[in-house]
């Protein structure tokens, strides 16, 4: 089963999604999608890492999601947006190769049987308009794969102000 998670900056999606986790297994999986930039974002991995408690299987996973055996697991995959970017670097800004690219990791990992898949996105598209062209190209990958996750999801849930918001429900849900 795929849960989106869903929202803008700061709306309380990665808790919502660790707390769902949580509620959906004892020993969750959490996949980091970041690249460490730099020393700040370094930072900022090293305090995630240490907010969630020895519950919790940690894996660094960059692009290839489908690298990864999630069969009879609860994962919270976090978070689409730093794992678009990483696509759209070595794609050279190419958006329908990073696009395509992104698709397929997600389909792979659909396939996987005996799964709970949370996957943490942003809505970039809802606030400012990026400022330059490149910006815009990436608001639009974004967009786009939000709606390919969203349709392929069982359960998508839009994160306002902390509240949880349920724009799609099918199958089991657990977490109010």
Known sequence: MIYLITGGERSGKSSYA????KGLSENPMYVATARKWDDDFQK????????????????EKEKHLSEIDFSGKVAVVDCVTLWLTNFFVDTKN?????????????????KQENTNIII???EIGMGVHADTHIGRKFTELQGWMNQYIAQKAENVVLMVSGIPVVIKKQGQYQLQ
């Not at 190419?94 to 659909?110: F, M, P």
């Open 18 to 21: 660790e707390n769902l986790a």
């Open 44 to 59: 900022r991995v090293d305090r995630h890492q240490k907010d969630r408690d020895e519950r919790w299987i940690n894996i």
């Open 94 to 110: 190419d958006v329908a190769l990073s696009l395509e690219q992104a698709k397929a990791e997600l389909d792979a990992i659909a």
């Open 120 to 122: 943490v996105t942003n």
